[in-house]
C-alpha cells in the first residue's frame, strides 16, 4: 500500500515551453502533497506544499509563476514548469502523506521522480 | 537554511562491515525519519524516530536519536551491496513538511 506514481518518469523538452510532471496517489487518499527538486548528488529541496483544494504554498525562493501546482483532487497534484529553461534540468519529486493513517506523525511516501532537462 | 547536515559525506566499506551515519539538525523537532535513494529514484522510507524516543531497532538497521545535542545516527549492520545508496535523514517540526538533511553516499563493495 501507499504507492505514488509519477509521470512522465523522463522528459527533454526545448527553452521557452512548458512541462507538465503529474503526481498520484494510487491507494490512498492524499490531502497534503509535497513538491522536492534534487541536484545531481544533492539533498531534496521543498518547493512548495500542495493542499487539495486550495492554492499551494511556495518555500521562500521559489517563484510561484514559474512552478505551477495545481491539487484538483485527493489523488492527483501536478506541477507545471512554464517557460523551462536550461537551469530548470533537475529531477524533481513528488511526496503524499496518507491523512487516513497518519495519525500526525508525518511520514511521506514518495514518488519515483521525474528527469527533467531542458534543452 | 535549516537543512540539516550529514556525516560523513561518502562512506565506502566491504560486505559484512557495519555503517553508521550521523545526522545534525538546527531546530526542536516532533520525529526524526531515515530514507534510502537509490541512484537516480524515489525515496523509501527507512525508519521513524519520535521525539521522546532515543533508540529504535528496524531488521539491520539501529537508530539513535539525541534531542539535547540535535543529532541522530543510523547504523547498518552486517552490510550489503545491495545497502549502495544515499541515505537521508528529514526532520519533521510540526510544520507537516520534512527537512532533509545533506544525505551520506554509502558504496558497499562485495
Known amino acids: 500500500g501507499a504507492v505514488v506514481s509519477q509521470h512522465p518518469s523522463r522528459v527533454i523538452c526545448k527553452s521557452g515551453t512548458s512541462v507538465k510532471i503529474e503526481c498520484r496517489s494510487l491507494?490512498?487518499?492524499?490531502?497534503?502533497m509535497f513538491w522536492y527538486r534534487q541536484f545531481p548528488k544533492q539533498s531534496l529541496m521543498l518547493m512548495a506544499t500542495?493542499?487539495?483544494?486550495?492554492?499551494?504554498?511556495?518555500e521562500q525562493g521559489v517563484e510561484k509563476d514559474k512552478f505551477l501546482i495545481n491539487h484538483a483532487s485527493l489523488t492527483l497534484s501536478t506541477l507545471t514548469v512554464t517557460s523551462a529553461h536550461p537551469e530548470d534540468s533537475s529531477f524533481y519529486i513528488c511526496?503524499?502523506?496518507?491523512?487516513?493513517?497518519?495519525?500526525?506523525?508525518?511520514?511521506?511516501?514518495f514518488g519515483p521522480g521525474t528527469r527533467l532537462t531542458v534543452t | 537554511s535549516q537543512q540539516g547536515e550529514e556525516d560523513p559525506q561518502a562512506l565506502s566499506i566491504q560486505e559484512g562491515e557495519n555503517a553508521t551515519m550521523n545526522c545534525s539538525y538546527k531546530t526542536s523537532i516532533n520525529n526524526l525519519q531515515w530514507y534510502r535513494q537509490n541512484s537516480g529514484r524515489g525515496l523509501v522510507h527507512l525508519i521513524l524516530i519520535r521525539s521522546n524516543e532515543r533508540e529504535k531497532h528496524s531488521g539491520r538497521l539501529r537508530v539513535t536519536l539525541d534531542t539535547s545535542k540535535k543529532s541522530s545516527s543510523l547504523l547498518i549492520t552486517a552490510s550489503r551491496a545491495a545497502d549502495t545508496a544515499s541515505y537521508f535523514c528529514?526532520?519533521?517540526?510540526?510544520?507537516?513538511?520534512?527537512?532533509f538533511g545533506t544525505g551520506t553516499r554509502l558504496l558497499v563493495s562485495p
Open positions: 511526496s503524499a502523506r496518507d491523512r487516513g493513517r497518519d495519525r500526525g506523525i508525518g511520514k511521506q511516501y
Open positions: 491507494d490512498f487518499q492524499a490531502t497534503t
Open positions: 528529514a526532520t519533521d517540526a510540526g510544520f507537516q513538511k520534512l527537512v
Open positions: 500542495s493542499n487539495e483544494g486550495s492554492k499551494a504554498t511556495y
